[in-house]
């Protein structure tokens, strides 16, 4: 395990950054190319680990993948993998792949690392089945997945009770297969970038505000212009935010609805917001962000805004520190079953820091005192842990050590040279 100790530069920050592709909308563009037969090319895959672990997956099923270019024989033409396939840490890749597997003729083992093969799969198991797709979990509800070698797969009409995007996703693409038109509904609050992309491309529908409809049949092969990860460019926003007079301009970033609950906190909390969109990928529009520090003040942040920014919930924690009075976040249980239990890795945190924070079963509660000082965090393993301890650093009275830094690869390899090149 490795530790990296930062300073803070004690100055404005004035950059525009270019942050590497969007993690999800990297996920979803190999697996759509790797669904549909014939040559797709995508462009701006993020960088991470993560997105590597589905690139190595869809080669494990035969698919080309050289350079920009996808290569795919169609899921129907799949190969027979000679080993169980190596999700890494990688959630997304290991959920999303289990439901274009599961209906499919071939029978594959999906693994991941000691982290990952904690984390609850067991949501998978009725929304695959309704589809008379294959999947078995271990006792405890985690991996190794067994999916595939389903005969005959059906319509279903299922409903979760967890605005889960990846969930959805994957009966989404279990759904492709099946014999007719299915739906899935679920609460509000999730990232809709699956529906989106399978509406453009004439396989569904929305029902309603949170139904929607898939109709099954092949894919055809498609250009992916993925753009910045706005997941990556909150740790430059979070930066600004809490220094008035810093600002930074990330170019290029997906601004998806369901992907903007951190800039709407931001907002809330009385960051300048700029943000204008200038195209499209798939039906996610994108476009420019300009994010610029100004006095902050505590919010509270449950309900949808929880699903929108789940993964950037450790990094408000730290805005909440350098904002007037208390920052607030509750409904927030799925942290408890992240990479870590982000709900005690980020009170770890800051305690660590001489933050002053309190947990709940749900989220947390943060007092807005002003400043942190130096001394030393535990990443435990967990890329957003690691990356909010950064921006804490940068910021700190004294300088910050963070073990286990290198997990930031997971997401984003340059994390630390480009938070240390844009002063």
């Given at each position: 395990?490795?530790s990296?100790?930062i300073t803070?530069p004690?100055?404005?920050l004035?950059?525009?950054?270019?942050?590497?592709?969007d993690k999800?909308?990297?996920?979803?563009?190999l697996?759509?190319?790797?669904i549909?037969?014939?040559d797709?090319?995508?462009?701006?895959?993020?960088?991470?680990?993560?997105?590597?672990?589905?690139v190595?997956?869809?080669?494990?099923?035969?698919?080309?993948?050289d350079?920009?270019?996808?290569?795919?024989?169609?899921?129907?033409?799949?190969?027979?993998?000679?080993e169980?396939?190596?999700?890494?840490?990688?959630?997304?890749?290991?959920?999303?792949?289990?439901?274009?597997l599961?209906?499919?003729?071939?029978s594959?083992?999906l693994?991941?690392?000691?982290?990952?093969?904690?984390?609850?799969?067991?949501?998978?198991?009725?929304p695959?089945r309704?589809?008379?797709?294959h999947?078995?979990?271990?006792?405890?509800?985690?991996?190794p997945?067994?999916?595939?070698?389903?005969?005959?797969?059906?319509?279903?009409n299922?409903s979760?009770?967890v605005?889960?995007?990846?969930v959805?996703?994957?009966?989404?693409?279990?759904?492709?297969?099946?014999s007719?038109?299915?739906?899935i509904d679920?609460?509000?609050?999730?990232?809709?970038h699956?529906?989106?992309?399978?509406e453009a491309?004439?396989?569904?529908?929305w029902?309603?505000?949170?139904?929607?409809?898939?109709?099954?049949g092949?894919?055809?092969?498609?250009?992916?212009?993925?753009?910045?990860?706005?997941s990556?460019?909150?740790?430059?926003?979070?930066?600004a935010a809490?220094?008035p007079?810093?600002?930074?301009?990330?170019p290029?970033?997906?601004?998806?609805?369901?992907?903007l609950?951190?800039l709407?906190?931001l907002?809330?909390?009385?960051a300048?917001?700029?943000?204008?969109v200038?195209?499209?990928?798939?039906?996610?529009?994108?476009?420019?962000?300009?994010?610029?520090?100004?006095?902050?003040?505590?919010?509270?942040?449950?309900?949808?805004?929880?699903?929108?920014a789940?993964?950037?919930?450790?990094?408000?924690?730290?805005?909440?520190?350098?904002?007037?009075?208390?920052?607030?976040?509750?409904?927030?249980e799925?942290?408890r079953?992240?990479?870590?239990?982000r709900?005690?890795a980020t009170t770890?945190?800051?305690?660590?820091?001489?933050?002053?924070?309190?947990?709940?079963n749900?989220?947390?509660?943060v007092?807005?005192?002003?400043?942190?000082?130096?001394?030393?965090?535990?990443?435990?393993?967990?890329?957003?842990?690691?990356m909010?301890?950064t921006?804490?650093?940068l910021?700190?009275?004294?300088?910050?050590?963070?073990?286990?830094?290198?997990?930031?690869?997971?997401?984003?390899?340059?994390?630390y040279?480009?938070?240390?090149?844009?002063?």
């Open positions: 395990m490795l990296r100790t803070n004690e100055r404005e004035k950059a525009a950054v270019q942050v590497p592709g999800s909308l990297s996920h979803r563009s697996l759509f190319a790797a549909a037969e014939g797709s090319y995508v462009t701006g895959l993020g960088t991470g680990d993560d997105v590597a672990s589905t190595s997956a869809i080669r494990a099923l035969g698919v080309r993948v350079g920009n270019l996808v290569r795919s024989p169609g899921r129907a033409g799949w190969s027979q993998p000679r169980p396939i190596d999700c890494g840490n990688s959630g997304t890749t290991i959920r999303l792949l289990a439901g274009a599961a209906t499919s003729s071939i594959v083992t693994v991941g690392d000691e982290s990952l093969s904690m984390r609850p799969m067991g949501r998978l198991v009725e695959l309704s589809l008379g797709g999947i078995e979990v271990s006792e405890r509800g985690t991996a997945l067994h999916v595939g070698g389903a005969s005959a797969p059906h319509a279903a299922f979760i009770d605005a889960s995007a990846q959805r996703s994957s009966f989404e693409l279990a759904a492709l297969a099946s007719g038109p299915s739906t679920s609460p509000g609050g999730f990232r809709d699956t529906e989106r992309w399978l491309a004439g396989r569904g529908s029902s309603s505000d949170t139904m929607f409809r898939i109709d099954p092949p894919l055809a092969p498609a250009r992916y212009d993925v753009p910045g990860d706005p990556s460019a909150a740790y430059l926003w979070a930066l809490i220094q007079g810093s600002e930074v301009l990330t290029g970033i997906s601004l998806n609805p369901g992907r609950g951190f709407e906190i907002g809330k909390m009385g300048g917001i700029e943000a204008a200038t195209g499209s990928v798939g039906g996610d529009p994108i476009g420019d962000v300009k994010v610029s520090g100004q006095a902050l003040r505590g919010v509270d942040v449950g309900g949808d805004l929880v699903a929108s789940l993964d950037e919930l450790p990094l408000v924690a730290v805005i909440g520190v350098f904002a007037e009075g208390i920052t607030q976040v509750s409904g927030a799925e942290l079953v992240k990479e870590s239990d709900i005690d770890a945190m800051l305690r660590a820091l001489d933050g002053g924070v309190e947990p709940s749900d989220g947390f509660a007092v807005g005192t002003g400043s942190l000082s130096g001394g030393t965090v535990d990443s435990r393993g967990d890329h957003r842990i690691a909010a301890a921006v804490a650093a910021r700190a009275d004294g300088p910050v050590e963070i073990f286990g830094a290198e997990c930031a690869a997971v997401s984003w390899p340059d994390f040279d480009t938070m240390e090149s844009v002063w």
